[in-house]
């Protein structure tokens, strides 16, 4: 492994269903890249969920990663949840379909490419990456504008 790359992303959504937007600031070295996107007709856990997707797609190698999630759905669905859900064919507890199953999937296939640290970071408490993840994702709502790399 060549790479620490340390990790910032989050969603937000206008309405709930609604414009959505996701936002991730990525680090490495001294480098620091930044991407967004919208959807419409979307949900908060979605956004946040595609801001650890979209972030995670851009490593093109094996890599020591750290990601922060002010998400307790994500931080909780990767950590705790996935396990049973993939035992019991993406299913709860309930025995009703995982939400968001597509995400899920990509989020677990790219959580397997790579050593990850998952860490939740409250949001809006002064944490300068989650902060700039969140205006990110604001910023693609507002601007309905979309940016890789």
Do not use: F
Not at 69 to 87: Q, V
Not at 123 to 128: K, Q, R, T, Y
Request: glycine content about 8%; hydrophobic content about 30%.
């Amino acid at each position: 492994m060549k790479s620490n790359v340390i990790i910032y992303t989050d969603g937000a959504c206008k309405c709930n269903p609604g414009t959505g937007g996701w936002g991730a600031v990525l680090e490495y070295k001294d480098k620091s890249i930044k991407i967004y996107g919208y959807e419409e007709e979307t949900t908060n856990n979605k956004m946040e969920l595609t801001a650890a997707i979209k972030a995670l797609s851009i490593l093109k190698t094996k890599s020591n990663v750290i990601i922060y999630t002010d998400s307790k759905y994500l931080m909780n669905g990767i950590s705790t949840w996935i396990d049973s859900w993939k035992k019991n064919h993406w299913r709860t507890s309930n025995k009703k379909e995982v939400k968001n199953i597509d995400l899920w999937k990509m989020i677990d296939k790219l959580n397997g490419s790579h050593v990850i640290e998952w860490k939740w970071v409250k949001g809006h408490s002064g944490n300068s990456g989650n902060e700039m993840a969140d205006e990110l994702a604001n910023y693609a709502i507002s601007s309905k504008s979309r940016k890789t790399k």
